[in-house]
């Protein structure tokens, strides 16, 4: 199981674009893998879409949605989090 600690991530990234590649690589190797990956979303204020475009629109692209829904959990999300990666994921379009 690869754990991610996305506030972490985000801070020590340049732009958002950045960090949103990083993010999608350490998906990527993990799913790579057949790992789970576990999202701690701790202090996570915002998800901009600029960032879930290069992170989760990739993984949806060259994965698919299946896959990214059975391997990818979270922890620590508030609600509205959760309803901005639902609204994302169920909005997306290649």
């Known amino acids: 199981m690869c754990t991610i600690v996305l506030n972490d991530l985000l801070s020590n990234s340049a732009n958002l ?3 949103g590649m990083k993010f999608y690589d350490i998906i990527k190797d993990a799913l790579d893998k057949s790992e789970k990956v576990v ?3 701790t202090n996570v204020t915002a998800l901009p879409s600029i960032f879930l475009n290069v992170s989760i629109g990739k993984v949806i692209e ?11 959990s979270f922890i620590n999300i508030t609600k ?6 639902r609204d994302y994921v169920t909005n997306y379009k290649a």
């Open 17 to 19: 674009p950045d960090a």
């Open 39 to 41: 999202v701690n979303m």
């Open 62 to 72: 060259v994965y698919g949605i299946d896959r990214l829904r059975h391997n990818l």
């Open 80 to 85: 509205g989090q959760a309803m901005r990666f």
